[in-house]
Nanobody, 124 residues
Framework: QVQLVESGGGLVQAGGSLRLSCVAS????????MGWFRQAPGKEREFVAL????????YYADSVKGRFTISRDNAKNTMYLQMNSLKPEDTAVYYC?????????????????WGQGTQVTVSS
């Protein structure tokens, strides 16, 4: 059974940093791109970042570009999201997901497996 488990969320002041982790089990995902999405209260779940299977390419939403860094360690079946210079508008539940080989990287429908999410709250 495929399982993705996020961790590392919490409460942080504006300007602070957090590092999220996503551990995958029950499958082999080293060949799949993986991504992070987030969902704020009352809003749609939105794309945050994607990393290709090898880690050689990354893509970011404009709202986090230059502040967030996605990475992965295939030997540990783990993906990370380093979040710096956090803003109150970054407050959301953050989800990791495994992308299928086809489909747009920013579309939720392109992802087959999802974690349960981890809450990130940024205070002003």
């Amino acid at each position: 059974q495929v399982q993705l488990v996020e961790s590392g969320g919490g409460l942080v002041q504006a300007g602070g940093s957090l590092r999220l982790s996503c551990v995958a089990s029950g499958g082999t995902f080293s060949r799949n791109p993986m991504g992070w999405f987030r969902q704020a209260p009352g809003k749609e779940r939105e794309f945050v970042a994607l990393i290709t299977s090898s880690g050689g390419s990354t893509y970011y939403a404009d709202s986090v570009k230059g502040r967030f860094t996605i990475s992965r360690d295939n030997a540990k079946n783990t993906m990370y999201l380093q979040m710096n210079s956090l803003k109150p508008e970054d407050t959301a539940v953050y989800y990791c997901a495994v992308k299928r080989y086809s489909g747009n990287y920013y579309a939720r429908s392109s992802y087959d497996y999802w974690g349960q999410g981890t809450q990130v709250t940024v205070s002003s």
